[in-house]
T-cell receptor, first 110, second 111 residues
Framework: RKEVEQDPGPFNVPEGATVAFNCTYS??????FFWYRQDCRKEPKLLMS???SGNEDGRFTAQLNRASQYISLLIRDSKLSDSATYLC???????????FGRGTSLIVHP | DVKVTQSSRYLVKRTGEKVFLECVQD?????MFWYRQDPGLGLRLIYF???????EKGDIPEGYSVSREKKERFSLILESASTNQTSMYLC??????????FGDGTRLSIL
């Protein structure tokens, strides 16, 4: 089993839709979690950290479920500009080496 | 804001050449990383460094070496470039308990 798994998609949604991605991780010692966004032919950019209690940043909500070992990203009121690949990142406790998922592709259409 | 600068956005080299990719960060981070990214394979870690002159192999170090002579600079070296090293190369730096910050990437083509 891969350490960090994501559904590659693509998720194809209309503008204004709500869409959610999950990311599962295999190592229960994982301690830090992040979502990155990567546009085509560009570098990954930090979207948001994921905190135990869940956190929100505008239209984006991130949640952590330690019991089931997954994190999620919810995007409300999707915009065309949200079209990108979303990468899940997990760091094991005591380590500084991030493990990246392969990403989930989102396409928002008019 | 963290700034990670890679020396070239696009680079074309020939098979057998020695290739240097440079990366500089301005946040005094101890940890720096080199990845390559290929379609369908995601980000793969080549080498990382946790301090000056310290380096560790990542998942795919074969055919590569690195140099960290100064804290702000981490260089990736392709000892003898081959066509299967054509890829997007990404450098990242990271402070303690912080997320990584990436440079713009270098699209390297080996002919």
């Amino acid at each position: 089993r891969k350490e960090v798994e994501q559904d590659p998609g693509p998720f194809n949604v209309p503008e204004g839709a709500t869409v959610a991605f999950n990311c599962t991780y295999s190592n229960s010692a994982s301690q830090s979690f992040f979502w990155y966004r990567q546009d085509c032919r560009k570098e990954p950019k930090l979207l948001m950290s994921v905190y135990s209690s869940g956190n929100e940043d505008g239209r984006f909500t991130a949640q952590l479920n330690r019991a089931s070992q997954y994190i999620s990203l919810l995007i409300r009121d999707s915009k065309l500009s949200d079209s990108a690949t979303y990468l899940c990142v997990v760091i094991k406790g005591g380590s500084y080496i991030p493990t990246f998922g392969r990403g989930t592709s989102l396409i928002v259409h008019p | 804001d963290v700034k990670v600068t890679q020396s070239s956005r696009y680079l074309v080299k020939r098979t057998g050449e020695k290739v240097f990719l440079e990366c500089v960060q301005d946040m005094d981070h101890e940890n720096m990383f080199w990845y390559r990214q290929d379609p369908g394979l995601g980000l793969r870690l080549i080498y990382f460094s946790y301090d000056v002159k310290m380096k560790e192999k990542g998942d795919i170090p074969e055919g590569y070496s690195v140099s960290r002579e100064k804290k702000e600079r981490f260089s990736l070296i392709l000892e003898s470039a081959s066509t299967n090293q054509t890829s997007m190369y990404l450098c990242a730096s990271m402070g303690p308990n912080q997320p990584q910050h990436f440079g713009d990437g270098t699209r390297l083509s080996i002919l």
